[in-house]
C-alpha cells in the first residue's frame, strides 16, 4: 500500500505532539503559526495522535488545515488509546506530560471495537473525512499480544475497507516493532529514537523493513535532545531524562568530527537515518514557527558523504 502513498512530503513531517502542550503549555495562536510555519517551509505530512494533549494536538492540527487543498498533503494519527471523561480537577502533566486539563483521560483499547471508535473519535477532533496512515500507538506499553493480534488486524481491515491509506505501528521499542513487522500487516512503522546519529539498535530492523518493502518513519532523531544542538552540556536530555556524563561525551565527540566538516550536530542528526532507503521520511516536533524553521534550515543543510566515513573511523558510528 505504501508504494502507492509517498511519505516524501517536503524536508520532514510535522510532529504534533507539540502543538498538544508537551511538557509546557502552548497558546491556540502559537500552535496555529507552528503548524502554518510547517506549511510554508514545504512540510505537506502531519502526524498526530489522541494522546497528544488528550485530543488537543488532533483539534488544533485539524483547525490548523481546514482551508489547505485536502489532497495536498497526507496526515497520520494513532490508535491504541480512547479517550474518557476524567475527573476535570487537575491536569495531566504529571501522569502523561501534557500541560492540559485532565478532563478526560486515556484508556487501553486495543479490541476491534475500540479500535473504530478511535479512529472515528480522532476524525472528529480533526474534523476530517479519511486519515491517510493509522498507526497502533505503543502496544509494547500495555499488551503487545493484544495490540498485534488484535488491534492490528482491525487497522489492516479498515485498509482494505479503504477507510484508511496505510497501516503500521509505531513504538520505540525495537522489540515491538521487529514483532508487527512479522506479522506481514504493516506497511509503515514509526520508530522513535531507536535508529539515530547517537546510537542504531534498530539497524537490523530497518535493513528488515528496506527487504520487506515496510517503510519507515523515524523519529526521535535528537534522542529528545541531546541532539538537537551544536553542542550538549550538562543538563542535555535523553530520552527524556538527563543525560549521563558518557552520552554527552560521546554527543560531543561526534559534534568534533561534524564541526571539522561544517556541518552542526543537528543537522547531522537529521540527515543521518534518511541515508537508510528504508527511511522514507522524518517527523520532527515543535512548538512554535521559530522552531519550524530552524528544522527547515538544518533539514536543508549540505551534509559531505566523508563525514559518516569519518565517524565510522573514530568509533563513534557502526556499520
Known amino acids: ?73 497526507l496526515v497520520s494519527t494513532k490508535v491504541g488509546r480512547v479517550l474518557v471523561p476524567g475527573r476535570g480537577d487537575g491536569d495531566d502533566l504529571e501522569s502523561g506530560g501534557f500541560a492540559v486539563p485532565d478532563d478526560l483521560v486515556r484508556q487501553w483499547d486495543p479490541s476491534p471495537a475500540g479500535v473504530r471508535r478511535s479512529l472515528d473519535d480522532s476524525l472528529g477532533r480533526l474534523s476530517l473525512d479519511r486519515v491517510d496512515i493509522a498507526y497502533l500507538h505503543d502496544p509494547d506499553v500495555y499488551s503487545l499480544r493484544d495490540g498485534l493480534t488484535q488491534a492490528l488486524p482491525t487497522l489492516a481491515e479498515l485498509r482494505d475497507e479503504g477507510v484508511v491509506r496505510a497501516v503500521g505501528v509505531g513504538s520505540n521499542s ?26 542504531q539498535p534498530a539497524a537490523a530492523l530497518v535493513a528488515r523493513c528496506e527487504a520487506l518493502g515496510v517503510a ?23 530520552d527524556y531524562a538527563t543525560a549521563s556524563t558518557v552520552l554527552v561525551d560521546r554527543a560531543n565527540a561526534i559534534a568534533d568530527v561534524c564541526e571539522r566538516h561544517g556541518v552542526t550536530l543537528p543537522a547531522a542528526a537529521l540527515a543521518f537515518p534518511r541515508r537508510a532507503p528504508a527511511v522514507r521520511a522524518i517527523a520532527l516536533g515543535a512548538q512554535s514557527a521559530s522552531q519550524v524553521q530552524q528544522n527547515a534550515a538544518r533539514a536543508a543543510a549540505d551534509v559531505p558523504e566523508a563525514l559518516w566515513d569519518d565517524l565510522r573511523a573514530a568509533g563513534l558510528l557502526a556499520g
Request: proline share 5%; net charge negative.
Open 1 to 73: 500500500m505504501t508504494e502507492r502513498l509517498d511519505l516524501d512530503r517536503g524536508p520532514f513531517w510535522f510532529g504534533g505532539a507539540g502543538i498538544g502542550n508537551l511538557l509546557r503549555p502552548v497558546s491556540d495562536d502559537d500552535a496555529r503559526a507552528t503548524v502554518d510555519a510547517a506549511w510554508d517551509a514545504g512540510v505537506r505530512g502531519f502526524d498526530t495522535a489522541p494522546h497528544y494533549g488528550l485530543g488537543l494536538s488532533e483539534r488544533r492540527l485539524g483547525a490548523a488545515l481546514a482551508a489547505r487543498p485536502r489532497d495536498e498533503y
Open 174 to 199: 525495537v522489540a515491538a516493532l521487529e514483532a508487527a513487522v512479522s506479522t506481514g500487516l504493516c506497511d509503515v512503522v514509526m520508530l522513535a529514537g531507536r535508529y539515530t546519529l547517537l546510537e
Open 216 to 238: 519507515v518513519v523515524a523519529v526521535g532523531v535528537y534522542n529528545s535532545g541531546l541532539l538537537g544542538v551544536d553542542r550538549p552540556g550538562p543538563g542535555a536530555t535523553y
